[in-house]
């Protein structure tokens, strides 16, 4: 394969690598932004004696939906256990979230 069908061949894919680029930048500083506002959210609840049971179960379900497709392409035991123990955080948080709401 020469250097004009490998460009030829990029070219057709219609894949903009600066625009890759730019989501994966903005998915950092969403994510970032994300655990601000749950790291807030969870001191304003604790001096303020609330539960943040909703704000937890959304946060582990964010992590075990972060590690799932980290461990399908590579394979690695630690973001299974991520997946899995996040799933069960989040469950068990959504549960005392709906528990304590229905009281």
Same mark, same amino acid.
């Given at each position: $394969?020469?250097?004009?069908?490998?460009?030829? +061949?990029? +070219?057709?894919?219609? !894949?903009?690598?600066? $625009?890759?680029? #730019?989501?994966?930048?903005?998915?950092? %500083?969403? %994510?970032?932004?994300?655990?601000?506002?749950?790291?807030?959210?969870?001191?304003?609840? !604790?001096?303020?004696? *609330?539960?943040? @049971?909703?704000?937890?179960? $959304?946060?582990?379900?964010?992590? #075990?939906?972060?590690? @799932?497709? *980290? @461990? +399908?392409?590579?394979?690695?035991? #630690?973001?299974?256990?991520?997946?899995? /123990?996040?799933?069960?955080?989040?469950?068990?948080? !959504? /549960?005392?979230?709906? %528990?304590?709401?229905? +009281?």
């Amino acid at each position: $394969m020469n250097k004009d069908e490998i460009l030829a +061949r990029s +070219r057709a894919e219609k !894949l903009d690598e600066g $625009m890759e680029l #730019a989501e994966n930048r903005g998915r950092r %500083i969403g %994510i970032s932004a994300f655990c601000c506002v749950f790291i807030f959210i969870v001191l304003f609840n !604790l001096f303020n004696g *609330k539960s943040s @049971y909703a704000p937890h179960a $959304m946060f582990w379900a964010f992590v #075990a939906a972060e590690a @799932y497709p *980290k @461990y +399908r392409f590579t394979k690695n035991k #630690a973001f299974l256990a991520s997946t899995i /123990a996040g799933a069960i955080a989040s469950a068990a948080s !959504l /549960a005392c979230f709906v %528990i304590s709401v229905l +009281r």
